[in-house]
């Protein structure tokens, strides 16, 4: 699917383009997108490098081990064949708690230790496990309490009340989530019965 | 309940960059050692997601600029305003996904346009609010361990974000309208 969508977006942006006889922004664009993916990935080394940091430490002395054995019962279902106190589901739950608490730059750092550690545990290093999609549904609906950019926004657009979309945002990700989740179970479902 | 969630989140981080070096010194751990042991990796995860990022971020910047998106949100926006999407919301729904400077532009628009407190400008925060650039996060997240077969994570990720924009405009009408 991902091919075809990649090949859909270049090819069917390349046909508009000509049809406008807008070649030159379009080329403008192409070394522009290029230059943005090497700009956002060196963007992230400093937060990232911290976080690891950090994981590391937290690693070593077990804490990441206590907090997954604590909170792991909660989440554990939906990633069967994880051990509780493997460390892919300490950084998993670190993430989400990130993500959930609004801490912006410190859940992209877990989320990419995680994914490094479900790899461990990924019998096919190049095709994406089940656990990982699942992992990742959860990420793109962003579970959070607080969308604080949002919330900024508000204000400095002069809502008298920028709040009040927190508890509709509540229920919109929370929908996402359960229904990416479900859609995720389906699609195990239906390629485990294929192969069988 | 909002003030207590804001205080924690404007803690969690000063908290977890004290706690975690304390924890691990009490336990005996040489934490500066480990801290930068830790950190080397950073580098070589980030070099690793740029082919994926060029790859997505090349693709999706020739439909925006060629106008091909301005062409799909024009054909999808009569049949989304059937359905209680107003239309200056439609390039959102669409936007949303593929680009997260994108989306954020086009809101911080909408709510100058219309009003944070017009239904516009709450459907748009919501939206804005509830789900993340799930192009983006599927490219980044399978890219830093250089996976290329994602099988359904897309198609999965994709239906996620249509049923959190249900229930997006779902919710606003039943509070807002």
């Given amino acids: 699917m991902v091919n075809i969508v990649w090949l859909v977006l270049i090819v069917g942006g390349l046909v508009v383009s000509a049809l406008h006889h807008s070649m030159l922004p379009v080329t403008q664009a192409i070394v522009t997108g290029s230059e943005k993916a090497v700009e956002v990935a060196f963007g992230f080394i400093g937060i990232m490098a911290l976080w690891l ?4 430490i937290a690693e070593e002395s077990g804490l990441m081990r206590a907090f997954s054995r604590l909170l792991a019962p909660f989440v554990s279902r939906l990633f069967p064949g994880i051990p509780k106190d493997h460390p892919a589901m300490g950084s998993m739950l670190m993430n989400m708690a990130a993500n959930i608490l609004g801490m912006g730059g410190a859940a992209t750092p877990f989320g990419l230790k995680a994914m490094e550690q479900l790899q461990e545990l990924n019998p096919v290093k190049d095709v994406a496990s089940a656990n990982m999609i699942t992992f990742m549904a959860i990420n793109t609906a962003s579970i959070n309490l607080i969308p604080a950019t949002v919330i900024a926004l508000r204000v400095a657009a002069g809502s008298r009340n920028p709040t009040e979309i927190v508890g509709p945002t509540i229920f919109a990700t929370s929908v996402a989530s359960v229904v990416a989740i479900s859609a995720e179970r389906l699609f195990r479902h239906f390629q485990n019965r294929s192969k069988s | 309940m909002i003030a207590l969630i804001e205080t924690i989140s404007e803690w969690a981080i000063p908290f977890l960059i004290g706690f975690i070096p304390l924890y691990g010194w009490l336990k005996g751990v040489k934490v500066y050692e480990t801290f930068v042991e830790g950190a080397e990796e950073g580098f070589r995860m980030a070099v690793r997601m740029i082919p994926f990022l060029v790859g997505i971020l090349v ?13 799909v949100i024009h054909f999808l926006s009569k049949p989304l305003d059937y359905l209680g999407v107003p239309a200056p919301v ?7 996904p593929l680009s997260g400077g994108a989306a954020l532009g086009i809101t911080t628009g909408l709510l100058h346009h219309y009003g944070p407190d017009s239904f516009v400008g709450r459907l748009a925060s919501t939206v804005q609010g509830s789900t993340d650039t799930t192009f983006y996060v599927v490219t980044l997240y399978f890219g830093s ?13 994709l239906i996620g974000d ?8 779902f919710i606003c009408h039943q509070l807002f309208h």
């Fill in chain 1, 53 to 56: 940091g950090m994981a590391k």
């Fill in chain 2, 59 to 71: 693709a999706l910047n020739i439909f925006e600029s060629s106008g091909a998106l301005d062409s």
């Fill in chain 2, 90 to 96: 439609v390039p959102l729904l669409l936007v949303r």
């Fill in chain 2, 145 to 157: 361990v250089a996976i290329k077969k994602i099988r359904y994570a897309l198609i999965v990720a």
């Fill in chain 2, 162 to 169: 249509a049923a959190g924009f249900i229930a997006a405009v």
